[in-house]
């Protein structure tokens, strides 16, 4: 679980902690997916600082380093058919797919 | 048909003593499926009498790669639900391994070899149905044989195999245009031979001998050109490695001969990734 401040939660994150108001009352459960709304909501209720999230697969170490070998992977593949928009659009889906699997 | 063996071809598989032989089993299932009049308990009583292959076909048979909702038990049982064509090629494609047994390790990794091939075999399926086959095991079996030119290379032409090796390394180039550099001839010609040689179908071994240049494949483009797409999606996705770091550009002719227009390499790509991680039972064999 990592402490987030209420500017820096970003949509997709996932809260570990339920979100309260001032009075103790549940704005929003954990488990719950940040969303816009739901930021919103959050920051309009005032007061409330931070949030805790579940730690984000993007600050894994190791998972950063894989996406970076699956990126330079894919770079030493098709840099050289850059003016072909076959393998550009094959290139773009694969590493959008191995990423996601990261 | 053009004939694929080059003179090339055939001064370098001379120098090959005793080329692997097409598993006996296999042959007979051949001879077999030629008779019309063959019954599924005739088959199922000649892959009953090898228990491990006996064991293999069940193994993937009930594996998610085929989907089956209820367990199927005997080899008779899988011949009557799956067909005659789809457990011809499960045994084709469960012995294949044991006729090319994995060999110590040095550069050209085997495991990494098997799993290009299979991922290959995974997407030639789903690329196959998308063009509108209806044979979905052949091509299978055509993507996870479709380099077996480099396992006769390096088993039996290792110091000419490891001159390649080197020369991807160096040039850092696809393994194909490192095997013109060296030898003259490639794994795809010597592939197509070696199955000319177990007369497998026409449109196998040209698909086999022309997978990285369909234009030639004249009688059987389409078909080959299958097996060529289906190689790059492998690459693409990263799964497994076929000696080299580099990806064909997709044919202009295979394209076309396919009739996809780039959005639908989004589904076939989506498809075949998860098409690989079922088509994975395959490596348990190695």
């Known amino acids: 679980m990592i402490r987030v401040r209420i500017e820096a939660a970003q949509e997709g994150m996932v809260l570990a902690r339920n979100v309260t108001d001032a009075a103790g009352g549940i704005l929003v459960r954990e488990g719950t997916a940040l969303t816009k709304p739901i930021l919103d909501k959050i920051r309009e209720a005032g007061g409330i600082d931070e949030v805790f999230v579940v730690p984000s697969p993007l600050s894994d170490p190791e998972k950063v380093a894989r996406r970076q070998e699956i990126e330079a992977r894919a770079r030493r593949m098709f840099d050289e058919h850059a003016s072909d928009p076959i393998m550009q659009e094959l290139a773009r889906v694969s590493v959008e797919i191995l990423a996601r699997r990261v | 048909m053009t004939t694929p063996t080059s003179d090339q071809v055939k001064a370098l598989v001379s120098r090959i003593p005793g080329l692997p032989t097409l598993p006996v089993i296999v042959q007979k299932l051949n001879d077999m499926m030629l008779n019309p009049r063959t019954t599924a308990k005739e088959v199922g009583r000649l892959i009953s009498s090898d228990p491990a292959l006996s064991a293999k076909i069940l193994k993937i048979v009930n594996s998610s790669f085929y989907g089956f909702p209820s367990r199927i038990t005997t080899v008779t ?195 075949t990734d998860q098409e690989i991680e079922k088509a994975k039972v395959f490596l348990d064999f190695l």
């Open chain 2, 77 to 271: 049982h899988a011949i009557v639900i799956l067909g005659f064509n789809t457990v011809k090629s499960v045994v084709l494609s469960s012995t294949v391994f044991d006729v090319f047994k994995s060999k110590g390790e040095n550069e050209f990794k085997r495991e990494e070899f098997w799993k290009h091939s299979v991922g290959c075999g995974a997407a030639c399926r789903v690329i196959a149905r998308e063009a509108g086959f209806s044979a979905l095991e052949d091509f299978f079996i055509a993507g996870l044989m479709h380099d077996v030119g480099k396992i006769i290379l390096d088993q039996y032409l290792h110091d000419d195999f490891q001159k390649v090796l080197a020369t991807v390394k160096r040039d850092d180039c696809l393994f194909l245009e490192a095997e013109k550099k060296v030898l003259a001839v490639t794994h795809a010609e010597i592939g197509g031979w070696l199955f000319q040689n177990w007369k497998l179908s026409k449109g196998l071994v040209q698909a086999v001998t022309y997978h990285h240049n369909p234009s030639l494949a004249d009688d059987a483009l389409k078909i080959t050109s299958v097996i060529h797409l289906g190689d790059i999606v492998c690459r693409a996705l990263q799964c497994g490695s076929g000696g080299d770091a580099k990806i064909p550009r997709v044919s202009p002719a295979a394209w076309d001969a396919l009739g996809f227009t780039p959005p639908k390499l989004e589904s076939i790509l989506r498809e």
